[in-house]
């Protein structure tokens, strides 16, 4: 059973920082490439910030370069997203994606970002 669980994500004033993770199961995760997404109330989901499989490429939406930062640890089947400088914009629920042949996406985890 392929399974994408994201955790981390809470309320947090800006300026702030948060990690967010992500735990694979049921699938070879050394295999995919890893995305992080976010959607806020009343907009269309949006790339983040995605990996390559074996961590060595990394590329970032305009919005977060130079705030976040993706990595993952393939011997716990882990992608995270440390976010720095938070943003009231940054607030959305955060999805996590696994892309390769095949797609999947976890359940989300919101972050909040407000005084």
């Known amino acids: 059973q392929v399974q994408l669980v994201e955790s981390g994500g809470g309320w947090v004033q800006p300026g702030g920082s948060l990690r967010l993770s992500c735990v694979a199961s049921?699938?070879?995760?050394?295999?995919?490439?890893m995305r992080w997404y976010r959607q806020a109330p009343g907009k269309e989901r949006e790339l983040v910030a995605g990996?390559?499989?074996?961590?060595?490429?990394?590329d970032y939406a305009d919005g977060v370069k130079g705030r976040f930062t993706i990595s993952r640890d393939n011997s716990k089947n882990t992608v995270y997203l440390q976010m720095n400088s938070l943003k009231p914009e940054d607030t959305a629920v955060y999805y996590c994606?696994?892309?390769?042949?095949?797609?999947?996406w976890g359940q989300g985890t919101q972050v909040t970002v407000s005084s």
């Open positions: 994606n696994a892309i390769s042949i095949e797609t999947y």
């Open positions: 990996i390559s499989s074996i961590g060595l490429v990394t």
């Open positions: 049921g699938f070879t995760f050394s295999r995919f490439a």
